[in-house]
């Protein structure tokens, strides 16, 4: 499916019906002051590990590869559990390590917000400096890609707006977008302390 000159393609078109959504987790996450100190961070951290973990299997399924070719590759699970064991951060056992309920078409939306936070992750790199992270540590899964954060998500894009789907199929990729932000929303929410070695703070 291709769009016609003039008209959004279907990643514009997610991107615009769900700018509210989008800007909503934006607000949260920023309101967490996950920079401030390696507390807040670890909290982020956290929530971060839960959800890239409960995308690896959508990044890992054989159809989706078929239909986005190094899809499995993408994914930041293992960096994000490299950060954890960077800052020594025990991970989060609660209701939100069930699989995500999402299937068919739906699936590419919630890769679309997963992918989209990649392209994101520049700017909270860059924050992340000052509380002593960076790519090798700490904050490997805001790292972008060797090829350029930019050109990855161009690839992502292409793949993507490239498939043929019915009218049915693309509701359903609007609806998976508006349930992964609605998932990471529902994340953002108060979590006991985090347990970490007194050392892990210098």
């Not at 899809?71 to 930041?76: E, F, P, V």
């Not at 540590?137 to 690839?155: C, D, N, V």
């Not at 043929?164 to 990471?184: K, S, Y």
């Amino acid at each position: 499916m291709t769009a016609q000159i003039g008209q959004p393609t279907r990643l514009e078109e997610i991107k615009q019906s769900t700018r509210s959504d989008h800007q909503s987790v934006d607000d949260m996450v920023m309101a967490m002051a996950p920079f401030d100190s390696r507390t807040n961070y670890l909290r982020f951290l956290r929530l971060q590990h839960i959800f890239h973990g409960r995308m690896k299997p959508l990044y890992e399924a054989p159809d989706l590869n078929e239909v986005i070719p190094g899809l499995a590759s993408r994914s930041r699970y293992v960096a994000v559990c490299a950060d954890m064991s960077d800052l020594e951060c025990e991970a989060s056992e609660d209701r939100s390590r069930e699989p995500i309920k999402a299937d068919g078409a739906e699936r590419i939306g919630w890769l679309y917000v997963c992918e989209g936070s990649s392209l994101g992750a520049a700017f909270l790199l860059k924050a992340a400096d000052k509380i002593g992270l960076h790519e090798e540590f700490g904050a490997r899964h805001l790292a972008g890609h060797a090829q350029g954060r930019g050109k990855h998500w161009r690839e992502f894009v292409e793949q993507v707006n490239g498939l043929a789907l019915d009218a049915q199929e693309e509701q359903a990729v609007r609806d998976g977008a508006v349930n992964a932000f609605a998932f990471f929303r529902g994340l953002v929410v108060p979590q006991p302390s985090v347990s970490m070695r007194p050392e892990s703070l210098g």
